[in-house]
């Protein structure tokens, strides 16, 4: 309760202040339903009512930052917005798994406007919890593995201003919960909804001229990018005897394994928001020994070193906003070990912040099928 209270204080105090100091902040409450995919055995029905868990209500409550205009780079986007938000969803059976509730923050644009509507779009990230997770003694559900799940979500808003300071709004939002693959099982929770919601503008104001210039930038660029990440995996233990001669039966255990690796890009910038270009990685991944298929066939953990090593080529593709940027990175491995679950090409989606010293740091996920999770990275880069 005391923690409510805090978060309470917090926001009353920013909107007291906000209104004080003429800035450019909204507030958005929201409720929405939507359905859930039933994508694993435990959300069709496989868990202790057998209840198919199919639909969701949400709230969500958001503190908006519309840019001023003041610097130069504002006026590349269409009313650049940025912001923190706290979402919570009622399943419709949340037996064993819970009922989450979010902290996030996102960033968005205004694609449409007119002076009474507007489209806006916006990408969330943050994290997720408590959920009753994949356990010993929960063993049905196989969505979720952690007590503190991600939250993503993509969003579409129709907005009409009915006055100065209010507005109503009409959403489509796409969210997904997932681990990364750091644990396994990790199918996830992926919901569609819609949602209606109030928009306040306590002080709503324009977009003012710019009073810098855009910093120069270079048309092409040199990357260089160690990470790190980790990879969930069932572990199959063989039958073995033990010391009194009883004969023990396979058992499935859940590990998680270390990954690390180099890339170099390659990249043109085409204007302060593209870049395009290719790049190649090479990485290590201890988990190749301790997959499913590599332990039902040999029962056994014996990959040399060279066996656990993977190279890649891909092409890069970046969205500047400003100091922070967004990637989106197809790739194909040219080297793997072969008894591995990953098929050839694989997909990274990511988030990378510039410091002053052309360092940056990075954090990704990696999937394959434009769906399943690979593993979580941490990346530490230099600009050359």
Known sequence: MKYLTVVILTVVNHFYVSAQIKNNWSYH???????????????????VDNRNIDWALSFSFEMKKHVSGVKAWHHYYNNLHYGAGLYHTRLNYSKNIGNPSSAYLFFGFSPFKTKKTEII???????????????????????VSMPVEAHVHFKLTWEYNFSPSWAVNVSSAYVHFSNG???????????????????????????????????????????????????????????????????????????????????????????????????????????????????????????????KIALSTFICYEYHINRFSILLEPGVYLRKYSDTEQPILWQRIGARYYFPNRLFAEMSLRAYSFRVADFLQFSLGYRI
Do not use: C
């Not at 339903?33 to 868990?47: A, C, Q």
């Not at 919890?129 to 063993?139: A, L, M, Q, R, V």
């Open 121 to 143: 779009t916006d990408i969330g990230l943050g994290l997720s919890g408590i959920w009753d997770y994949y356990s010993t003694e929960n063993i049905h559900n196989d969505a």
């Open 181 to 307: 693959a750091l644990k396994k099982p990790n199918f996830g929770i992926n919901i569609p909804q819609l949602s209606i919601g109030m928009t306040y503008y306590p002080n709503k104001t324009s977009i003012t001229s710019p009073i810098d210039t855009i910093e120069k930038f270079k048309p092409w660029n040199q990357i260089i990018n160690v990470f790190y990440g980790r990879q969930g995996v069932k572990v199959y233990v063989p039958e073995h005897s033990n010391p009194r001669g009883n004969v023990q039966k396979e058992e499935v255990k859940q590990e998680s394994f270390s990954i690390i690796g180099i890339d170099y890009r390659f990249q043109k910038r085409f204007s302060f928001s593209h870049s395009l270009g290719f790049g190649v990685e090479a990485l290590y991944n201890n988990s190749y020994a301790k997959n499913e298929k590599y332990y039902m066939r040999n029962r056994q953990d014996g990959l040399k070193f060279e066996d």
């Open 29 to 47: 409450l929201s409720l929405g339903g939507g359905y859930i995919i039933e994508t694993t055995n435990f959300l069709r029905g496989n868990n």
